[in-house]
């Protein structure tokens, strides 16, 4: 399905860009959706804030981009559930995003003002989005790995990175799905009386 440049059609954005990259795909009242379909819906993706933040305003929507960073999705997709049960990665698992690592760096240097700079290298332009997303992924779980999680609606495919104060947040949005589940509760005590 091709998406209008600059209309991101999704249900939560503005997450880190690790997470945001998982919510590419989610599901809703027509069906399960994927972003990253095609190459328009991934410049729809690159021209989202958290990815403009990272990434400056020009990265390429090519198909080679588009293929790497669909390798760097499923292997934070396959990781998105060990930080929500508390376990470590497994070897497989930790291979697929060190896979996407591995074609990129990080170079410092003394840079002409006399500050220190970090400059991101990869191995070809088109790693850059998928690098930067599996970076952003060890820097959430470097920081409060705890705070990385799914949505409490099973029916729902998206995830979060908790940033309430008393780190209790359980829903994508309290308008979609926390609201759904206050009905569903509402619904079951009134039958039930």
């Known amino acids: 399905m091709p998406h209008p440049s600059g209309a991101d059609p999704r249900p939560l954005t503005g997450e880190p860009l690790a997470i945001d990259l998982l919510n590419t795909r989610w599901i809703d ?34 198909q080679a981009s588009l293929d790497r960073l669909l390798l760097a999705r499923a292997a934070l997709d396959a990781l998105a559930t060990t930080t929500a049960l508390r376990d470590p990665a ?20 003394l840079g002409a003002d006399g500050l220190p700079e970090s400059v991101v290298e990869v191995d070809e332009p088109s790693w850059l989005p ?4 599996a970076d952003n992924r060890l820097r959430l779980v470097a920081d409060r790995p705890d705070r990385i999680r799914p949505c409490a609606n099973d029916a729902c495919v998206l995830h979060f990175y908790d940033v309430s104060k008393n780190g209790t947040r359980r829903w994508c949005s ?13 619904y079951a005590r009134r039958t039930r009386a």
């Open 29 to 62: 009242g027509d069906g399960p959706h994927d972003l990253l379909d095609s190459v328009s819906g991934l410049a729809v993706w690159l021209d989202s804030p958290p990815v403009r933040e990272h990434l400056g305003p020009d990265p390429a929507a090519d």
């Open 90 to 109: 497994t070897p497989e698992q930790a291979a697929r995003l060190n896979g996407v690592l591995a074609h990129g760096r990080i170079r410092r240097a």
């Open 130 to 133: 998928a690098w930067y997303a």
């Open 174 to 186: 309290m308008a979609g799905c926390g609201n759904r589940a206050k009905a569903q509760r509402h």
